[in-house]
């Protein structure tokens, strides 16, 4: 069964700094990788998808993937207090389509 | 393109009373998925359809939950006898054959007392 895990489970930084985030999965058969933001008021909104190793730029995320390692990293840049909210890692398997989401971070990005 | 519609978004309910969730996918998604999330955590695959057809229930608790899409568009998840343990969030999402995304709804709030 593919657990997800993230790290942090919270995080605090301020506006215009890099925010970091992590996650790894424990079956590196797994190659659908992706990134969503969920506000209370909005949802879940996917930022970014990724599916081989190395790195995606979606506007101001970049999803970093090193499948060999077990691990896909999220970084922000210029965070804005907008961008606070949860952010949760997804995986699944190529023609499976069902996601395992880890725990979530919970991202404060202070004025 | 209107986005995966969800209602009611909120509802409090106290044990043993039944609730039903109401989910219309983006026009033309065949793929519908019923997600639980419980408070601080993440997003758990409850059921998910094809058409009208189920392709995956094993999550689903078949003794209180149910989950039909008889026309293969919109979806309805019902508990009956809610219990406490159900307080979370039930979030549906579709997906369509030729889209690599899942889109998903607001979300309906549930508050089991």
């Known amino acids: 069964q593919q657990k997800v895990q993230q790290s942090p489970e919270s995080l605090t930084v301020s506006e215009g700094a890099m925010a970091s985030l992590n996650c790894t999965f424990s079956d590196g058969t797994s190659n659908n990788f992706r990134w969503y933001r969920q506000h209370s008021a909005k949802g879940l909104e996917v930022l970014v998808s990724?599916?081989?190793?190395g790195e995606k730029e979606e506007g101001r995320f970049t999803a970093h993937l090193n499948r060999a390692n077990l691990h896909v990293s999220l970084h922000i840049r210029e965070p804005q207090p907008s961008d606070s909210a949860v952010y949760l890692c997804a995986v699944s398997f190529s023609g499976s389509w069902q996601l395992i989401f880890g725990s979530g971070t919970q991202l404060t990005v202070m004025p | 393109e209107a986005g995966v519609t969800q209602s009611p978004r909120y509802a409090v309910l106290q044990e043993g009373q039944a609730v039903s969730f109401w989910c219309d996918p983006i026009?033309?998604?065949?793929?519908l998925y019923w997600y639980q999330q419980p408070r601080d955590q993440g997003p758990q695959l409850l059921v998910y359809?094809?058409?009208?057809?189920?392709?995956?229930n094993s999550q689903l608790p078949s003794d209180r939950f149910s989950a039909v899409r008889p026309k293969g568009t919109n979806s309805t998840l019902k508990i009956q006898s809610a219990k406490q343990g159900d307080t979370a969030t039930y979030l549906c999402?579709?997906?369509?054959?030729?889209?690599?995304?899942?889109?998903f709804g607001k979300g309906t709030r549930l508050t089991v007392v």
């Open positions: 026009s033309g998604h065949d793929t």
């Open positions: 990724i599916f081989s190793d």
């Open positions: 999402a579709s997906r369509g054959t030729s889209n690599t995304e899942v889109f």
């Open positions: 359809f094809r058409d009208e057809a189920v392709i995956d």
